[in-house]
C-alpha cells in the first residue's frame, strides 16, 4: 500500500500558538492550519520534534484528519512533517 500524499507542502510563514500559516510550495498561497494538543510531529530524517522547536521558514508537509481538506474551519493537523529544525536546511 502507497503513503497518501501530503494534503499541503510548503514553508512554515507564521506561528501562532496552535496555529501554523504555511506558504504552500506549488500555488504561493497563504493556509492556516491548525495542530492538535498533542500534534504528531516528526522530522523528515527520523525523530520526533517539540512543537516549541517549530521555526519560521522550515520546509514542512502536513497530512489533514482521512486526508481531506475540511468543507469549513481550519484544517487540523494529524501528522506534521519538518525537514528539518533549521529553516536554512531544504530539500533538494
Not at 491548525?34 to 521555526?55: P, V
Request: hydrophobic share 40%; aromatic share 10%; net charge positive.
Amino acid at each position: 500500500m502507497k503513503p497518501s500524499p501530503a494534503n499541503l507542502h510548503g514553508t512554515i510563514a507564521v506561528l501562532d500558538g496552535l496555529d501554523v500559516t504555511i506558504r504552500q510550495t506549488s500555488t504561493k498561497r497563504l493556509v492556516t492550519i491548525r495542530l492538535r494538543n498533542k500534534a504528531e510531529i516528526y522530522s523528515a530524517f527520523g525523530g520526533d520534534i517539540d512543537r516549541i522547536e517549530l521555526a519560521i521558514g522550515q520546509t514542512v508537509w502536513v497530512w489533514f484528519d482521512n486526508c481531506n481538506w475540511p468543507m469549513t474551519g481550519k484544517p487540523i493537523s494529524v501528522y506534521f512533517q519538518v525537514f528539518s529544525k533549521d529553516p536554512k536546511d531544504k530539500p533538494s
